[in-house]
């Protein structure tokens, strides 16, 4: 029961162009969403968030957009940087629970 | 750096073994997490645990999982009788009390089972 779907395996983006990471949800219970970076051997590390109540937020290079009728999210990361180059995963909550529930992740590779 | 740390990094065992993962947060807060992550596939959810008590649980976490905050400091999460599919990432995360506040994970615990 994939309820967060991550459709791009991979991404590929030259330095300082726009990478946009993609995320599709099918339970409009979901009433938060948030974005984490991945690096090998890591955990998983918190980029941003947003509200079901919001559209948009954005933090320094990194925007995340939220369209609940299409429910669909996005995260922009202007300027790409090598840095940013990780797996990105997004994730909802569920308005009757705390847990996380993770889509399939997208690996993004920044190159120069 | 995490403001979770796990212990060990890396744990080998026998099916059929018990194995016990470790979690120190660094500041004092109620809602503990573990999550795991198969290689290659999604991080799901185990079981929640606040206040000493599990407050939610996953289908994965059968009568074979437990958690426990023996000393009011670290955070476990014990397997009686390990299986190969047991073997992926296992991740301790926290968050605040209330409020929006993401969930910060640590490194993790890679278990093997073999």
């Known amino acids: 029961d994939q309820q967060v779907k991550q459709n791009s395996p991979s991404l590929s983006v030259q330095e300082g162009r726009i990478s946009i990471l993609n995320c599709d949800y099918t339970?409009?219970?979901?009433?938060?969403f948030l974005w984490y970076k991945k690096y090998p051997a890591e955990g998983p590390t918190f980029l941003i968030s947003i509200s079901s109540i919001k559209d948009k937020n954005e933090d320094g290079r990194f925007t995340v957009f939220l369209n609940k009728s299409a429910k669909h999210l996005s995260l922009h990361i202007v300027p790409s940087q090598p840095g940013d180059s990780a797996v990105y995963f997004c994730?909802?909550?569920?308005?009757?629970?705390?847990?996380?529930?993770f889509g399939t992740g997208t690996r993004l590779q920044v190159f120069p | 750096e995490p403001e979770v740390t796990q212990t060990p990094s890396h744990q080998v065992t026998q099916m059929g073994q018990e194995v016990i993962l470790r979690c120190v947060p660094i500041?004092?807060?109620?809602?503990f997490y573990w999550y795991r992550q198969i290689l290659g596939q999604k991080v799901e959810f185990l079981v929640s645990f606040y206040n000493n008590e599990i407050s939610e649980k996953s289908e994965i976490f059968d009568d074979q999982f437990s958690v426990e905050r023996p000393d009011g400091s670290n955070f476990t999460l014990k397997i009686r009788s390990t299986k190969l599919e047991d073997s992926a990432m296992y991740f301790c995360?926290?968050?605040?009390?209330?409020?929006?506040?993401?969930?910060?994970f640590g490194n993790g615990t890679r278990l093997t089972v073999t």
């Open positions: 500041s004092n807060h109620l809602y």
């Open positions: 339970n409009s219970m979901f009433d938060y």
């Open positions: 994730a909802a909550v569920p308005g009757d629970t705390d847990k996380l529930i």
């Open positions: 995360a926290r968050n605040r009390v209330g409020g929006d506040s993401p969930l910060h």
